[in-house]
């Protein structure tokens, strides 16, 4: 019997590496970055509290200032105060927490209940998947909580919705699961900062040109008083912070080479006091510049707010090739060196890991790094610093940072066999975005062309253009389970008994047709769409009293130009768009296909009977199940379910159509789920495609797990067949495959990869993503975690390592069709 084929991963992690770089070339080229790696995720991240404590400190101090301001001296605070550190072989420093893997914390979204459960499981010893010391869980006790109960967004947030909205979010001070806001878990929605213009101009080149503004005002106008002038105020105050916090690592720096023992380690602490004693508050002079201003930049952003998976890299391969050039051609960089420095700042990103209070998903993060795509001219971008990208993503072995690649139907060969490489490795490296899809919708959305050939991938496979997207407020989840489950059980749950949730329909039984059906259908979704936009509308009008991101507006051109925080509201010439994702799509579409054939269509099933099957969980009705589970099935390129998808897609896109948010916003159909669709699937009943209560939903737009069984290109004809094309109000549509690592094997493989990407590409998809792995190795991990400690897996939009997850998520991953041919 032929052995089974592993991907690289599979192979090193069965072999039992050490985490550390993965060829020999590499750990001896790079032996630093290999040192640091070696047990670096040995000790669970600790919560870090000097950020919270810090902007609580500041803001007891400034009652009674424009919110713009309290959060620049709230920022200026920080800088000043919080404790700075070098570790050991540093050669690119900043952090936001102390030594090891640490996450920050954001008291001023959620309510503080979290956090005082946190600090007293802490204190008496409980089981937290972080380490909180017990002087940091007093800060949180003592400090943390008196001052913000009652004055979180979230706390406003809740205060402010409707009753009937209210009631069908939370029920007993509990999410019911059919809609999930995300606005104040998270200050924003993803974003990149405009790391060329740092690069280029500075802070100090930001200050001036706030204080010309200043300077431009006139005082007799009202507007310029109470609006202009104190953000443009508020941006010199953080400009100033950041000069603060990077000069406070210039003088650690110096202060640790009079130290060190090590001539060639204290020359290093100078250079880096060099760095930091010039950028970013100055342009950058060199590639090692550079990456100290986009890290200090970046890092300082982790102060200001919780971004939705926090700040990306944006297209790190355009801003920082002019001085990766400009060093190569005079000999002052090798690529060798070019790679240290990088992999400097990916453990840099690794170490800050995003804030939960949760196991179960891994710790989800897209510090999203985008390679490729197209130039200003429409020209194929990739360049040298690509390659190496590419080289370090495969060689350097953390999730970190969650690599993207940018396809077109130029995309030259050789980098194409060059991505299909790195995903052949099985850590689910790169995600891929399709230029064919992406610009042309960004066209319609009123970008011109050169902003739109810029776009850079931000959040999990979002997009943005950063300075001309101008809205940030996270949008909602809606479960699809439910609302299927609510319209067969006339707008109740069956985790709510008889408490009506949703819309009271007719009983499903009395439907003569589908049409009639899809009618209670219908009818449920635009109920939660209606909560969906009253949620959001809520969100617009209170987050302004709260939020505001000086660093981030003075990156911003719009805000600079108009002097309004990217928060206080709309900005003029902005393209305003949030986004609410649909999830369990498959889960829907396969529950309606169901009912239609065996129902109405082949007459097999009574709806009563169907109903009473899923009342029961299926218990003791597997015959019926089993019919359920045989109905036609999307992913198959089976017109019967996939004109039901493309039903639903259009239904969702007509809604958000017709809505603008107050703050001129429309809210574009996204299928991003992250882990919703597992915690969504835990509160739904069995649906009528076979799902037994509690499971999983489908993922993304992805068919359902298990279902797809036709061949990967049948599965990509059946996605592209449900896409809603003549409508703008749209964005990403998540895509998860996973293929044996035997259909890929070879070079032969490799192009076969190619040729599927290209297809994909000319589908015009939006997002590809790829889980290279045997299904046997999963479960395997699964049942001996410790043997698989370092194994990697896509996930949604991100990568994790398995044995971290949940295990409905990891039941979920090894349910996902483990494709055995293209």
């Not at 640790?256 to 006091?273: D, V």
């Not at 042309?440 to 902003?451: R, Y």
Request: aromatic share 8%; proline share 5%; glycine share 8%.
């Amino acid at each position: 019997m032929t052995a089974k084929a592993l991907s690289p991963q599979e192979e090193r992690v069965i072999r039992g590496d050490r985490i550390g770089l993965t060829t020999k070339e590499a750990k001896v080229k790079r032996l630093r970055v290999h040192k640091m790696l070696d047990g670096f995720r040995d000790l669970p991240p600790r919560i870090a509290v000097d950020r919270a404590r810090l902007v609580t400190e500041s803001f007891r101090t400034t009652e009674g200032l424009p919110v713009v301001r309290r959060w620049a001296e709230a920022l200026k605070h920080v800088a000043q105060h919080i404790p700075v550190h070098i570790n050991e072989n540093e050669l690119i420093v900043g952090r936001g927490g102390p030594p090891g893997r640490y996450m920050i914390i954001y008291p001023e979204l959620l309510s503080t209940g979290w956090l005082a459960r946190l600090a007293e499981q802490a204190l008496q010893g409980g089981d937290i998947p972080f380490i909180l010391t017990d002087e940091d869980a007093a800060v949180i006790q003592q400090e943390l909580v008196p001052y913000w109960t009652g004055r979180t967004l979230h706390d406003a947030f809740l205060n402010a919705l409707p009753n009937e909205t209210q009631n069908f979010l939370y029920r007993h001070d509990r999410a019911l699961g059919v809609i999930t806001p995300t606005g104040t878990s998270r200050s924003s929605l993803a974003w990149c900062l405009d790391y060329d213009k740092v690069l280029k101009r500075g802070f100090s080149g930001i200050q001036k040109e706030a204080e010309d503004k200043i300077a431009s005002l006139d005082p007799f106008s009202p507007n310029n008083s109470f609006d202009k002038l104190p953000f443009y105020q508020a941006v010199v105050t953080v400009c100033q912070a950041m000069e603060i916090f990077a000069k406070r690592y210039a003088e650690l720096a110096k202060g640790l080479a009079k130290k060190e023992k090590s001539r060639k380690r204290a020359k290093e602490l100078l250079e880096i006091a060099d760095r930091c004693e010039r950028v970013p508050m100055n342009p950058a002079r060199d590639f090692r510049e550079a990456v100290q201003a986009q890290w200090l930049t970046q890092c300082f952003s982790r102060f200001e707010q919780n971004t939705g998976g926090v700040i990306g890299n944006g297209r790190i391969d355009q801003y920082l090739y002019p001085f990766y050039k400009k060093d190569i051609d005079q000999g002052r960089i090798t690529n060798d060196q070019v790679l240290e420095l990088l992999e400097c700042l990916w453990l840099n990103m690794a170490q800050s890991v995003i804030s939960a209070t949760r196991r179960g998903g891994g710790v989800p993060h897209f510090e999203h790094t985008t390679i490729g795509g197209q130039n200003g001219d429409g020209k194929d971008a990739a360049n040298a610093l690509s390659y190496l990208l590419l080289q370090s993503k495969k060689e350097f072995p953390l999730d970190f940072p969650d690599l993207s690649v940018r396809v077109h139907s130029q995309t030259p060969d050789v980098f194409l066999m060059k991505v299909c490489e790195l995903i052949k490795e099985g850590t689910g490296f790169p995600k891929l975005l399709n230029d064919e899809e992406i610009i042309p919708l960004f066209l319609a959305k009123g970008a011109s062309l050169a902003e739109a050939l810029d776009y850079c991938g931000a959040g999990c496979t979002e997009t943005k253009l950063i300075n001309r997207d101008t809205y940030f407020n996270g949008g909602s989840g809606v479960n699809l389970g439910a609302i299927v489950e609510m319209a067969l059980n006339q707008g109740r749950l069956r985790s709510q008994g008889d408490e009506p949730v949703g819309v009271p329909t007719p009983s499903p039984v009395d439907c003569r047709t589908f049409d009639d059906l899809w009618n209670l259908f219908q009818t449920q979704v635009e109920n939660a769409m209606l909560h969906v936009f009253v949620t959001q509308a809520v969100l617009d009008t209170v987050k302004p009293r709260f939020i505001a991101s000086p660093q981030l507006s003075s990156l911003h051109d719009l805000c600079m130009a108009q002097g309004r925080d990217i928060f206080a509201g709309k900005l003029e010439n902005g393209i305003a768009l949030g986004n609410f994702s649909a999830n369990g799509f498959g889960t829907a579409i396969d529950s309606l296909a169901a009912i239609k054939k065996l129902v109405y269509d082949d007459k097999k099933l009574s709806m009563s009977d169907l109903l009473e099957a899923l009342d029961c969980n299926f218990e003791g009705q597997e015959a019926l199940r089993q019919m359920c589970l045989n109905a036609p099935k999307y992913g198959n390129n089976d017109p019967y379910a996939d004109a039901i998808g493309r039903k639903i897609e259009e239904l969702f896109a007509d809604l958000t159509h017709r809505f603008t948010t107050p703050l001129g916003a429309k809210l574009e159909l996204v299928y991003v789920p992250i882990v919703e669709h597992v915690t969504s699937g835990r509160r739904t009943g069995a649906t009528p495609n076979g799902r037994k209560a509690g499971e999983a939903l489908s993922e993304g737009v992805s068919p359902t797990q298990g279902c797809d069984v036709n061949g990967l290109t049948t599965t990509l004809l059946s996605i592209a067949k449900t896409k809603a094309a003549r409508f703008q109000e749209r964005a990403s549509r998540l895509v998860n495959i996973k293929i044996s690592p035997q259909v890929l094997a070879g070079e032969e493989g490799t192009k076969n990869l190619a040729s599927l990407i290209r297809a994909w590409c000319d589908m015009k998809f939006w997002h590809i993503q790829f889980n290279i792995i045997n299904s046997d190795t999963l479960r395997d991990a699964k049942q001996n975690p410790d043997k698989y400690r370092n194994l990697c897996v896509r996930v949604a939009g991100y990568s994790a390592y398995f044995v971290d997850l949940d295990p409905r998520l990891q039941d979920e991953i090894i349910a996902r069709t483990e494709h055995q041919g293209m």
